[in-house]
């Protein structure tokens, strides 16, 4: 029997065309026969009068940001871009091309492995400063002294405090240039740097005690700008995913340039190390 036949009564009245155009319902983009809306602004007055970075704020934030901000966007991307094949999403990239599933298959498998390790520290970053910031507006305080109280919470669930510390360098090359312009946008009044001052005080609050310190790293760099421009933790994880797309799709061009098939992780002379497990009947010989 199919639905709405005897003995199985409609559950959803007949859909009209009105119902379906609703269920797509989107404030992103019109289209109509000659015609392509994005926001409310007809595509043909974007093209070649837009950067990238501003269409894609427009898209994914519903206005059009003003050069100062526009700029510090495009910084935390550029600066998000690529960490050579060491990173999991781009060795993946260089391998999964070499197994013929084209282009697209290996920057969407690249693009899969952006999880919360990896990945997903800048969106974590986020909320921390935004809890952070949060704290010390309802005690009337600077975040610097709101910190304290959130980091202790943050490390009594995990010792590892995202976007601070890095596996390879000892100081982010990315993080001064990148804090440098959001000094500079407090100053000009583009941002008003209440996440600036929380990261800061976590990496101070980090380096306390310790022989060596704990810098930001690029997860904690881009998050001060996300975080004052506004964004959503949400969203630092997607420009994340945005950014590393472009040196994930690089990778994997140029890996399919050289014409290997079937690249693993190692180069074939080596081979994996072979421990074999422990049987629990010799354990048991042994007692």
Same mark, same amino acid.
């Given at each position: 029997?199919?639905?709405?036949?005897?003995?199985?009564?409609?559950?959803?009245?007949?859909?009209?065309?009105?119902?379906?155009?609703?269920?797509?319902?989107?404030?992103?983009?019109?289209?109509?026969?000659?015609?392509?809306?994005?926001?409310?602004?007809?595509?043909?007055?974007?093209?070649?009068?837009?950067?990238?970075?501003?269409?894609?704020?427009?898209?994914?934030?519903?206005?059009?940001?003003?050069?100062?901000?526009?700029?510090?966007?495009?910084?935390?991307?550029?600066?998000?871009?690529?960490?050579?094949?060491?990173?999991?999403?781009?060795?993946?990239?260089?391998?999964?091309?070499?197994?013929?599933?084209?282009?697209?298959?290996?920057?969407?498998?690249?693009?899969?492995?952006?999880?919360?390790?990896?990945?997903?520290?800048?969106?974590?970053?986020?909320?921390?400063? $935004?809890?952070? %910031?949060?704290? #010390? /507006?309802?005690?009337?305080?600077?975040?610097? @002294?709101?910190?304290?109280? +959130? &980091?202790? !919470?943050?490390?009594?669930?995990?010792?590892?405090?995202?976007?601070?510390?890095?596996?390879?360098?000892?100081?982010?090359?990315?993080?001064?240039?990148?804090?440098?312009?959001?000094?500079?946008?407090?100053?000009?009044?583009?941002?008003?740097?209440?996440?600036?001052?929380?990261?800061?005080?976590?990496?101070?609050?980090?380096?306390?005690?310790?022989?060596?310190?704990?810098?930001?790293?690029?997860?904690? $760099?881009?998050? %001060?700008?996300? #975080? /004052?421009?506004?964004?959503?933790?949400?969203? @630092?994880?997607?420009?994340? +995913? &945005?950014? !590393?797309?472009?040196?994930?799709?690089?990778?994997?061009?140029?890996?399919?340039?050289?014409?290997?098939?079937?690249?693993?992780?190692?180069?074939?002379?080596?081979?994996?190390?072979?421990?074999?497990?422990?049987?629990?009947?010799?354990?048991?010989?042994?007692?």
């Amino acid at each position: 029997m199919t639905a709405g036949s005897p003995g199985y009564p409609p559950r959803y009245p007949e859909p009209t065309v009105a119902d379906v155009a609703d269920w797509w319902q989107t404030s992103i983009t019109r289209i109509a026969p000659g015609e392509i809306e994005h926001r409310g602004i007809p595509v043909q007055d974007l093209i070649g009068s837009t950067d990238l970075v501003s269409a894609i704020w427009l898209l994914v934030n519903g206005d059009r940001p003003d050069p100062a901000r526009s700029r510090l966007l495009e910084a935390a991307m550029v600066a998000a871009m690529d960490h050579g094949p060491q990173a999991p999403s781009i060795a993946v990239a260089r391998m999964a091309v070499t197994c013929g599933i084209g282009i697209n298959g290996a920057v969407a498998s690249a693009v899969g492995t952006l999880g919360d390790n990896h990945g997903g520290a800048g969106q974590q970053c986020v909320q921390l400063l $935004a809890e952070i %910031v949060t704290a #010390a /507006e309802h005690a009337g305080t600077a975040p610097a @002294a709101a910190a304290p109280a +959130v &980091l202790e !919470r943050w490390q009594a669930l995990s010792p590892y405090v995202p976007g601070f510390g890095h596996r390879f360098h000892p100081r982010d090359p990315r993080r001064d240039p990148l804090l440098d312009l959001v000094r500079a946008a407090v100053d000009d009044g583009t941002v008003q740097g209440l996440h600036l001052a929380a990261a800061i005080a976590v990496e101070e609050l980090l380096a306390a005690d310790r022989p060596r310190p704990v810098p930001m790293n690029i997860d904690g $760099a881009t998050a %001060v700008i996300y #975080a /004052e421009l506004g964004f959503p933790p949400e969203l @630092a994880r997607g420009f994340f +995913v &945005l950014s !590393r797309s472009i040196g994930i799709l690089a990778h994997a061009w140029e890996e399919h340039g050289l014409g290997r098939r079937n690249k693993g992780p190692i180069p074939p002379s080596i081979l994996p190390a072979y421990r074999p497990a422990a049987r629990p009947d010799a354990e048991a010989e042994g007692r």
